[in-house]
Every structure is written in structure tokens, then in C-alpha cells.
């Protein structure tokens, strides 16, 4: 996967960051919350004792989520599974994409993953043959809730602090459609024009009517974050439509997907 910036350095880097950047400790926080207002730079993170780094950012309008310190990912690999268990809640497997740091993951859904992470408290984080083959790696860490530096780098990017979507996440299995549903025309997006990254992704949330077609989507995470690859989704993504199996629903549901990018 190629970054604009090696996401595993820029959080090595503002962990000791000094200089331009400034860090506010906010008396209701306790994740630590650093900005750079010239480069439109909003990051909250914390360090466990296990050595995991966990940080929430917003960079000029582009919003992600970070892991620093697993296990090195083999080489060759993109996307890693883990599974997370916040709280009392039930776990469940998120994807995460592989930076240039092998031991660093940014999530697909960066946003959902931070609201859940406002609350704080136990969180389980299982990586697969983390602790070598067909041997689980599992953190069990104890998280101090945030009271306001992960919602500042939530509201930087515009994305709400509660979102009633995040229930159906669940819902949505890995074809990115919920129990009854199938693509009827499946979105067909066209590379970026001019484009000077030879690959990317985007990873997309919409809302399907009824009716079959797809409304309020947004882009959760893409990269690289100047490709032009989300925007490219968005507009592929007014002419899909789903359909459904048995009776037509009467309330809209959830879905999600992910589009990979590679120039021929």
C-alpha cells in the first residue's frame, strides 16, 4: 500500500513531538491531544504498558485511526483482521489496512472505532498468529476515557460524536450487504483522471432505500487521503442500486463496502 506519509513514523513522531506542535492536556481528557493548526492536524493518542499506541486523527479534512505496535505484519500483506471486544460488548472482527510501518494499522471504519473509544474502559485486541503460527496474540487493556481530545479530532473532520449507524455495523457481513439484500447494479467507479498514485482504496458507508438506490454515503477512510479515490466512489455510487430477497423492506438499512484501486 502506498502512503503519502509513512503513517507509522508521523505517530513515532508527534509521541515525542515538540517544536511547531502544540499539545494541550485538557482537564476532562485523559488522552493526550496534539494539533498543528498549519497543517490542519488534529491527533489525540495514548500509550498502554503493553507498548500499543492507539491515536484518533484528523489531517486536513481526512480522518483516521491508528494502531502502533503489533506484531510486525509478513510482508507482502495488506490488510490485517482483528478482532476487538470493548467492554462488556460483544467482540467482533475489524479490518485494518497495513501501513509502511509493518507494525502499525490504520482502520477501515476510523470513526465508529473512535466514538467507541470516547467511553474508555476494557478493551480485548486479538491478533491472529500474532504470537507466531496459528498462535493468537491477545492485549487486554484498561483505557481512560476521553472527555475531549478524541471529539475534537472527531468534530475537525465533521463527524459526529454519536451516529445511530454505528448499531447496523454489525449487521453488514463481509460482502459489505445485510441478510437479504444483493447488488442489482454493483458500482463501477472510474480511476481517478490523472491520477499519481498506481493504487489506493476507500472504504464507503451508504444508507439503501427501499426503493434499491443508495443515499448519504460517506467516505470512512480512504488512502491515499489526496487520491481523488473516495470522491471517485461517491459518484460511482449514485447509479448502484440493491434489491432484495422475500418482501421489499419498508425502512432503510445499512451497508458497506470497500473498493480497491489499481492502475493497469
Excluded at 479534512?61 to 482483528?82: H, I, N
Excluded at 509502511?100 to 470513526?111: E, Q
Excluded at 482504496?201 to 481523488?228: K, M, N, S, Y
Amino acid at each position: 500500500m502506498r502512503l503519502v506519509v509513512p503513517i507509522g513514523a508521523a505517530v513515532a513522531g508527534f509521541l515525542c513531538a515538540g517544536g511547531a506542535l502544540a499539545q494541550d492536556a485538557p482537564a476532562d481528557a485523559d488522552w493526550d491531544l496534539v494539533k498543528d493548526e498549519a497543517k490542519k492536524t488534529t491527533i489525540a493518542y495514548v500509550t498502554t504498558t503493553a507498548g500499543l499506541s492507539i491515536a484518533t486523527r484528523c489531517v486536513n479534512g481526512g480522518y483516521s485511526a491508528l494502531l502502533v505496535g503489533l506484531p510486525e505484519t509478513p510482508r507482502r500483506t495488506k490488510t490485517r483482521p482483528l478482532r476487538l471486544t470493548f467492554r462488556d460488548e460483544e467482540g467482533s472482527e475489524w479490518r485494518w489496512n497495513v501501513t509502511t510501518d509493518r507494525t502499525a494499522v490504520v482502520a477501515d471504519f476510523p470513526a465508529p472505532f473512535a466514538r467507541e473509544l470516547r467511553q474508555g474502559g476494557r478493551l480485548q485486541i486479538v491478533v491472529p498468529d500474532g504470537a507466531g503460527p496459528g498462535q493468537n496474540l491477545r492485549y487486554d487493556l484498561e483505557l481512560p476515557a476521553s472527555g475531549s481530545a478524541i471529539d475534537q479530532t472527531l468534530s475537525a473532520c465533521d463527524r459526529p460524536l454519536v451516529d445511530p449507524r454505528d448499531l447496523e455495523l454489525d449487521a453488514i457481513a463481509e460482502d459489505g450487504l445485510q441478510v437479504g439484500m444483493r447488488w442489482e447494479r454493483r458500482i463501477r467507479p472510474t480511476y481517478p483522471f490523472r491520477s499519481r498514485y498506481a493504487e489506493g482504496f476507500a472504504v464507503t458507508t451508504c444508507v439503501a432505500q427501499p426503493d434499491g438506490t443508495l443515499r448519504d454515503c460517506v467516505i470512512e477512510t480512504e488512502h491515499p487521503g489526496d487520491g481523488r479515490f473516495g470522491e471517485a466512489v461517491l459518484k460511482a455510487a449514485r447509479n448502484a442500486t440493491v434489491a432484495y430477497d422475500g418482501d421489499q423492506p419498508t425502512a432503510p438499512r445499512m451497508m458497506a463496502f470497500r473498493v480497491n484501486f489499481i492502475m493497469q
